[in-house]
């Protein structure tokens, strides 16, 4: 009886051990609880791949795999926060998007894996011949949360980055996790961004008091996203503004009392916002090539008097302000300019500069990675001002007429150069940020900014539309949240001219790409036709669209979408990463779109 009574207390402890686990018990290393807690979670994920998800591949019906499927992808959600922040790298074979992707900082062309892979032999139904792929992509997954569990298990992370890690998570939800970016077939992103939101829950309870008003915010979050599970009808905006931002607020406001400091990253996304939409969350300067630039203000005074200087072209009549109209948000409202030579145009539309800085790379062909590098491009193209630099400079020195300009800018040099016109022309482009739409305010709390049906909008943007699962917001461009380190292309199909069923010839990115000699050709086909996925902010004033100008409106671009881009209209684009499917907005619905879209000019 009395070795009974033992055994009985012994399992009793482990009980106890195990409940207080569950809960995040405390001790007074935070860190190492918060990394114990992902161990868990990882062989808790591993497990169940291993028993439950390979088995129900192999099953000869399939009949369970979508279940065990959708049960795999929140396991992952328990670790998303600390596995897309720790080992990004990692990750992205993890739940990575569904399309190759070609890093050209790194000269690296990385295919796709993971679940996002998976989904689409998944759903709508399960394609049983799909079945050693599906296995493939579960060995990889495996593969990389050994490493994930390596990492956590011998890495120290501290708690400056354990709550920036947290704070970058709920920017994810809000700028991909509501959209459905990373489950457009099985759209579980209500759920899913509320398990995201209760591991969150579990990390920050080992930073807060019993009292702190963050545990109430938290469980708000997760019961509005519960409690409003249907994909189209999910209110985004009132999301954002009602919970979200004032998540991301106290997450914030809680590190900074707590007073965690740790390295300052050169992110685009300031690291101290304490939301997306503060009037400073972005660093025009954070793809700048200079780490300590003096005399900002001054090098953009001078560069905005050179931006209308034509004495750098080759025949002393075009500037940067021939093409870059301050009027039409510094883009220019023709299909194509005319070229230098007055004999045919320059390759593609011209792009609008308001923004620009807040790209990682330029040009519809991402081919230079700094506004130095494009000023520089520009100048020097044959086809648009053929010039010349030190040209330019001896007719300025010579007429003396930016002296004082030159000399505030760059005081102590004896005499401007070719670099310091770069410099300061890019400066310029710099100073052009302007995140301070009508959206912007609304955003912020001000309810009268946006009309209900600019509102409407917004919701189809970042929802039925799926427009938001490549312009992410709140740049509402190419540039990958919430990190916003890298930048989409995107092959839509774009035809020659609206109704035309030829693809444009224009082959983007992928000349770019085979103009390195490091790539073969044949790994570039599925960037044929790729082209940067720019900005819709301020487009209301910067018609006419795409990279070749073949839509005249809004509305134009809105049907085109709506059918499902060039594949859906017919034309042979193999490789379109755009859905074919066609979105089924009503006339009404794109109204709304394009109403929202106008509420995004810069004022």
């Known amino acids: 009886m009395s070795h009974f009574r033992g055994v009985s207390i012994w399992v009793l402890m482990i009980v106890v051990i195990q ?8 001790t007074n290393e935070p860190e190492k609880d918060v990394a114990a807690i992902l161990c868990r979670d990882i062989d808790a994920f591993s497990g169940y791949i291993k028993d439950t998800l390979q088995p129900a591949i192999l099953s000869t019906t399939g009949n369970n795999l979508q279940a065990a499927f959708l049960t795999a992808r929140k396991h992952y959600k328990h670790i998303e926060w600390a596995a897309e922040y720790f080992a990004y790298s990692t990750a992205r074979f993890i739940n990575g998007a569904p399309k190759a992707e070609a890093e050209i900082p790194g000269q690296m062309i990385t295919q796709p894996s993971g679940f996002q892979v998976m989904e689409a032999y998944i759903y709508p139904a399960p394609d049983t011949s799909a079945r050693q792929l599906l296995l493939k992509q579960t060995a990889i997954i495996l ?5 994930l569990k390596t990492y956590f298990s011998n890495i120290p992370i501290a708690s400056w980055q354990i709550l920036d890690a947290v704070k970058l998570e709920v920017f994810r939800i809000e700028t991909l996790g509501i959209t459905g970016f990373d489950n457009t077939l099985s759209r579980n992103s209500m759920e899913e961004c509320a398990i995201s939101l209760q591991a969150l829950e579990r990390v920050l ?11 109430e915010l938290l469980r708000r979050n997760i019961a509005f996203l519960l409690a409003n599970r249907d994909f189209d009808l999910f209110d985004r905006a009132a999301y954002i503004r009602r919970y979200a931002n004032p998540l991301t607020t106290a997450i914030e406001q809680l590190r900074r009392t707590r007073n965690f400091q740790g390295y300052r990253y050169n992110r685009l996304l300031q690291q101290d916002a304490f939301t997306m939409f503060d009037p400073d969350a972005f660093n025009a300067n954070a793809y700048t090539p200079f780490l300590n630039q003096e005399n900002k203000a001054a090098k ?3 560069g905005k008097a050179l931006f209308t200087e034509t004495a750098f072209s080759g025949n002393n009549q075009v500037s940067c302000a021939s093409c870059h109209h301050s009027q039409a948000a510094f883009a220019e409202n023709v299909i194509r300019h005319n070229n230098i030579n007055g004999a045919g145009f320059i390759d593609r539309n011209t792009p609008s500069l308001l923004n620009a800085a807040l790209q990682p790379q330029l040009f519809y062909d991402q081919r230079v990675e700094t506004l130095e590098d494009q000023v520089d491009n520009v100048v020097h193209n044959p086809r648009e001002m053929h010039g010349s630099f030190y040209t330019g400079l001896q007719s300025i020195i010579h007429s003396g007429k930016y002296e004082q300009l030159f000399t505030r800018a760059f005081p102590g040099k004896p005499q401007p150069d070719s670099a310091a016109v770069i410099e300061a022309l890019a400066a ?6 302007k995140l301070n ?16 049906e600019e509102v409407h909008g917004f919701n189809l943007f970042m929802g039925k539309a799926r427009c938001g699962t490549c312009h992410y917001m709140p740049l509402f461009s190419g540039v990958f949240p919430p990190k916003f380190i890298t930048q989409d ?4 199909g774009v035809p020659e001219q609206r109704g035309s069923k030829h693809i444009d010839r224009d082959r983007g990115l992928f000349a770019t790409l085979q103009g390195y000699n490091y790539y073969d050709s044949s790994r570039l086909m599925e960037f044929d036709h790729a082209f940067k996925t720019v900005t819709v902010r301020n487009t209301s004033q910067t018609a006419p669209y795409m990279h070749n100008g073949a839509f005249a409106t809004l509305e134009e671009v809105m049907d085109f979408y709506n059918n499902g881009g060039g594949a859906g209209e017919g034309l042979q684009v193999p490789n379109q990463s755009l859905s074919a499917d066609k979105l089924g907005l009503t006339p009404a619905e794109i109204k709304a779109v394009v109403a929202f879209i106008r509420s995004l000019d810069s004022r």
């Open 205 to 215: 309870m080992h930073y807060l008091t019993p009292q702190d008003s963050m545990r």
């Open 428 to 433: 310029y482009i710099r100073s052009l940020v």
């Open 300 to 302: 953009a005074a001078l």
């Open 437 to 452: 739409s009508r959206f912007d305010t609304y955003m912020t709390g001000n309810d009268t900014a946006l009309s209900d």
């Open 143 to 147: 593969e990389k949360l050994q490493l």
């Open 489 to 492: 292309a995107e092959v839509l």
């Open 19 to 26: 409940w207080l686990l569950s809960l995040g018990f405390r």
